[in-house]
């Protein structure tokens, strides 16, 4: 048995529409330690890890393991629904084979009830990579968003390179147009760290673009990454949850 009430269906809506940009349906595994998603993109170029623990929720049940699965679109559809006034509740009704979602307002005690058939499937436990990333830099969400909003508007690849353990630049070039962030530390990095004099690396701005949904969510995240190696990005969530995105180079 699974039930669950997430105190927030604004940024449940925002978990929501980061998987979905990515995956056509979402697997779940629930535990007595709580909720989480560990899925990959069709291509394989993007992994998402979503770990919500049982103290981010106001209420949680889950005896032994439970795994589902979720169609993406379905679940955005409803997720919409959700109020900044509405509460979360989940629970698996596994003889129904689907899941109760139901939004109830903490104002007016008015309850909206929907019901999502599981998918067929077993969920597959997926590994994260083993790397060792030598640059990790923090920086709040909003900052993020914007380099990121800001480079879009240029071309289709994000170039980050460092310079020592103070400076990080993203840039984007097309042959008629330039764009170039510097980045440094109380400017308005939080802080960096790098084990290496130079890191540089080549992303897909549609890939990284995809993870902008989760600063809704978000205060602040970590990027992470190494010479022609995945780009790591770790969103900080409320109730010590994390949305982790996993992004393959562009190399060559």
């Known amino acids: 048995m699974f039930r669950a009430v997430y105190?927030?269906?604004?940024?449940?809506?925002?978990?929501?529409?980061?998987?979905?940009?990515?995956?056509?349906?979402?697997p779940f595994i629930a535990t007595e330690n709580g909720l989480s998603v560990k899925t990959l993109s069709p291509d394989k170029t993007t992994m998402i890890v979503l770990n919500i623990p049982s103290i981010a929720f106001d209420e949680y049940y889950c005896e032994g393991?439970?795994?589902?699965?979720?169609?993406?679109?379905?679940?955005?559809?409803?997720?919409?629904?959700?109020?900044?006034?509405?509460?979360?509740?989940?629970?698996?009704?596994?003889?129904?084979?689907?899941?109760?979602?139901?939004?109830?307002?903490?104002?007016?005690?008015?309850?909206?009830?929907?019901?999502?058939?599981?998918?067929?499937?077993?969920?597959?436990?997926?590994?994260?990579?083993?790397?060792?990333?030598?640059?990790?830099?923090?920086?709040?969400?909003?900052?993020?968003?914007?380099?990121?909003?800001?480079?879009?508007?240029?071309?289709?690849?994000?170039?980050?390179?460092?310079?020592?353990?103070?400076?990080?630049?993203?840039?984007?070039?097309?042959?008629?147009?330039e764009y170039h962030a510097i980045l440094e530390i109380n400017n308005p990095l939080i802080s960096m760290v790098s084990r290496e004099e130079k890191v540089k690396a080549r992303y897909s701005i549609e890939l990284i673009e995809a993870t902008l949904k989760a600063t809704s969510a978000a205060e602040s995240l970590t990027i992470e990454f190494g010479n022609n190696l995945p780009l790591k990005l770790t969103f900080d969530l409320p109730g010590g949850s994390t949305l982790i995105y996993w992004v393959a180079p562009r190399v060559g």
Do not use: C, H, W
């Not at 105190?7 to 979402?26: C, D, G, N, W, Y």
């Not at 959700?82 to 509460?87: A, E, M, S």
């Not at 460092?162 to 993203?170: A, M, V």
């Open 7 to 26: 105190p927030t269906a604004t940024k449940f809506k925002s978990l929501v529409q980061t998987i979905v940009k990515i995956a056509e349906e979402i």
């Open 65 to 177: 393991e439970e795994t589902f699965i979720l169609g993406s679109d379905e679940l955005n559809k409803i997720s919409k629904r959700g109020t900044r006034n509405d509460v979360v509740e989940l629970e698996l009704e596994r003889e129904q084979r689907r899941l109760k979602l139901s939004f109830k307002n903490k104002k007016t005690g008015i309850e909206r009830t929907f019901y999502l058939s599981l998918r067929e499937g077993v969920v597959e436990k997926l590994q994260e990579p083993s790397l060792e990333l030598p640059v990790s830099i923090r920086m709040l969400a909003d900052d993020y968003k914007r380099v990121i909003r800001d480079a879009k508007l240029i071309g289709e690849e994000l170039e980050f390179e460092t310079e020592g353990n103070t400076k990080l630049i993203i840039r984007s070039v097309t042959p008629n147009k």
